[in-house]
């Protein structure tokens, strides 16, 4: 079986693509959705069965919890067991929007969706297809990355089939995401927000939408046991290749750096955004725009061709340590462990 997928480029083909995956979703079934940050393979959030699917199709464990999608706030509180005053200020910042808001959890949603644990992570997207699913077919949606555990996430429909396309019956191409990498998920049970997983609303904005609540970073890895959400293992967003971030002063410091660790150039992606290596040393070059959300936009798109092209070894120039840029550093160390 090889996945079927479905255009949404004008108005009638998006209806058509909506009314389908809703029927899947109303039946128990699963299919991968485009949304802002990554491709989401989503299922029916308040049945078991198939949120069971989602895990079996990524292979995913059953420690790791998944992100509830909504397509309006009334949905959102509703599935929550409670709503705290900084949930409602950050929703009011920032949804629809990629950000996953970690609340006390409803007494609807299954254990599986949790890991068992007693909060959820909920998001409202603000690309329009999973909201106009979630509305036609009445259900909040379970739908963490559509890729393989511990796998690159995908930003295009052609990632997702390249991963999952025997594993899955539909795939909705709604074109690449224009954020690109996963939502920022800030817990807000307490008496502050604490970033479990940094994105691209970064603390700073954090902050200022709290009120001026002081924002916790949490960088822990989580090595056993449920996590509280998503983007908390150690070793995540994985290219095949093995990757490495450097800091190089010119081209021979980099070739330098490049030897001490084996690295064969004729086999390597470079991924450079400040010094750029002009020689022909390196079997493959690529230059990302010098800012957050371009950088974001186009990263993922990068180490997936990197993989397809059959490297070994992917070098990516280290970023810098602002608020900004802390969402891709991360997904760069997670996948670089």
Not at 51 to 71: C, D, E, Q, T
Not at 122 to 129: A, D, L, Q
Not at 154 to 168: E, K, M, W
């Amino acid at each position: 079986m090889k996945a079927e997928i479905l255009p949404t480029h004008t108005p009638a083909l998006f209806a058509a693509a909506v009314a389908r995956a809703a029927e899947l979703m109303s039946h128990g079934e699963i299919a991968a959705l485009p949304t802002e940050t990554v491709y989401g393979l989503a299922g029916n959030a308040l049945d078991p069965a198939a949120v069971g699917r989602i895990y079996a199709a990524k292979g995913r464990p059953a420690s790791n919890p998944v992100i509830l999608h909504v397509g309006s706030l009334d949905l959102a509180i509703r599935s929550a067991g409670g709503w705290p005053l900084l949930a409602e200020r950050l929703a009011a910042a920032f949804w629809p929007g990629p950000l996953t808001l970690v609340v006390p959890r409803g007494p609807g949603i299954p254990d599986c969706v949790t890991a068992g644990g007693p909060t959820v992570g909920i998001r409202w997207p603000i690309h329009p297809f999973v909201p106009a699913v979630v509305r036609a077919c009445g259900l909040p949606l379970a739908a963490p990355s559509a890729n393989l555990s511990n796998r690159l996430s995908p930003t295009s429909a052609d990632h997702v089939f390249r991963q999952l396309g025997d594993r899955i019956s539909l795939i909705v191409d709604g074109g690449d995401c224009n954020v690109g990498i996963e939502s920022t998920v800030v817990d807000v049970t307490g008496s502050e927000p604490v970033i479990l997983r940094p994105g691209m609303i970064h603390s700073e904005a954090i902050r200022a939408a709290a009120a001026g609540d002081t924002v916790v970073a949490s960088s822990a890895c989580v090595e056993t046991g449920p996590a509280r959400s998503p983007g908390q293992l150690p070793i995540h967003y994985a290219p095949r290749a093995r990757l490495q971030c450097l800091t190089w002063r010119d081209e021979t410091d980099l070739a330098q750096q490049a030897a001490a660790l084996g690295v064969n150039p004729s086999r390597t992606w470079l991924v450079a955004y400040n010094r750029i290596p002009m020689s022909g040393r390196w079997a493959w070059v690529s230059v990302i725009p010098d800012d957050p959300e371009a950088y974001a936009r186009g990263l993922y798109g990068e180490l997936h061709r990197a993989d397809d092209a059959g490297a070994e070894w992917i070098l990516v120039e280290a970023l810098p340590s602002t608020p900004e840029w802390a969402g891709i550093v991360d997904r760069l160390n997670r996948a670089s462990r």
